[in-house]
């Protein structure tokens, strides 16, 4: 029964062989990225089906509970400069260094694990390197080995490698849907828990049109495969169109498919600054087809000193553990996209300076790490 599966049989096959020759040239043509996947476009079709009842039932499983499901794709999305990119970098340390997520979150990472990023818009050596090293740094502070432990966990993918000829190879951008098998063998072969695209947009084919449903979905079916069949976790970051009006989910650029596959697509909301000039941010999920909605979390970006540079600096996620918002009214906010009086944070607008180097209890910043969570 459990290899059971329901094919038609040869009657069926006969009495239904008329009527396909007939309806034939009534059905539409097959669309022609229906057989990107390589498969012949004449090969036959043949539908398979399981007995519900033969099914196991499997528990949900969460990298960070209520906003990032394992085995599933994720969104974040938000206007530029509200601090995506730094909440991804916070989210893969706290993965590779096997570090508790914020809040008190649950997780079903129990250890340190292998995280992945690839992005267009930051670059690794002035960019990613400070900003994660310092994450962890705050993160795992006076423990070098365990930061050191933690950056080796993060793969940052440049591209993908291709013969073009006489054994000439050349360095390519991740191109999806095209790339989807090697972006899952990839994924196996590294044992990769959490692979963040940042933003998602920049790593489709040219020949995908983002504002079309059905290039969308076939997009983005690929990749929500790649997460399930090998239980990781992939994040992809997109940004608001320039609209003002409307929802939220109504205001993602590109097609409204985007927010409909992710089964949880959260934000990052920016109050205005308050008396010391410093602006509070919400983590705040929008959209959530896995359980119920998590109550929303405060956050600041901090300046920290820079971990290679003295004299310089870099910046780093501050959670506030002391100001969370109940789940109810932090739906309402990220569905209408503001935060009180929300908006878009300027750089380096309502940053705070902190040093990184210290010992622990000895900033408010470092405590607030602790008692939400960020160090076992």
Not at 27 to 35: D, F, G, Q
Request: charged share 20%.
């Amino acid at each position: 029964m459990d290899n059971e599966r329901f094919l038609p049989d040869e009657g069926a096959k006969a009495a239904g062989s008329a009527m396909s020759e007939r309806n034939v040239r009534l059905s539409p043509p097959p669309l022609t990225k229906a057989h990107s996947n390589g498969h012949k476009p004449d090969a036959p079709r043949v539908i398979q089906a399981r007995r519900l009842g033969d099914i196991a039932a499997e528990r949900i499983t969460w990298v960070c509970q209520g906003y990032i499901p394992n085995a599933a794709l994720s969104l974040s999305a938000a206007v530029g400069g509200a601090g995506k990119t730094h909440l991804n970098g916070e989210f893969l340390v706290r993965g590779a260094g096997g570090i508790a997520m914020p809040g008190g979150l649950a997780s079903c990472l129990t250890g340190p694990v292998v995280v992945a990023i690839v992005t267009s818009e930051n670059p690794a050596s002035r960019v990613l390197r400070p900003q994660l090293e310092a994450t962890a740094r705050l993160l795992m502070p006076n423990d070098p080995a365990r930061v050191q432990a933690c950056l080796n966990n993060i793969l940052v993918i440049d591209g993908v490698q291709t013969d073009i000829h006489d054994g000439v190879q050349v360095m390519e951008a991740l191109s999806f849907p095209q790339d989807t098998e090697p972006l899952r063998q990839w994924i196996r072969a590294n044992r990769v828990k959490i692979t963040a695209f940042d933003p998602l947009i920049s790593y489709t084919s040219s020949d995908v049109n983002v504002i079309d449903t059905l290039d969308v979905r076939h997009l983005l079916d690929g990749l929500a495969g790649v997460a399930e069949s090998e239980d990781t976790a992939i994040l992809g970051t997109v940004h608001f169109s320039k609209r003002t009006e409307g929802e939220f989910i109504t205001r993602v650029s590109g097609s409204r498919q985007f927010t409909d596959t992710a089964r949880s697509v959260f934000t990052v909301l920016v109050e205005k600054p308050d008396s010391h000039g410093i602006r509070r941010r919400w983590l705040a999920s929008a959209k959530l087809n896995l359980g119920p909605t998590p109550r929303a979390l405060s956050f600041t970006i901090d300046e920290v000193s820079h971990p290679a540079f003295p004299g310089e600096y870099t910046s780093v996620v501050t959670w506030d553990a002391s100001v969370t918002r109940d789940a109810g009214r932090g739906r309402r906010d990220a569905r209408c996209g503001t935060a009180r009086h929300g908006g878009h944070a300027p750089p380096h607008q309502g940053v705070r300076r902190r040093g990184v180097d210290r010992a622990p209890g000895q900033a408010v910043e470092g405590s607030r790490v602790h008692r939400a969570g960020g160090t076992p």
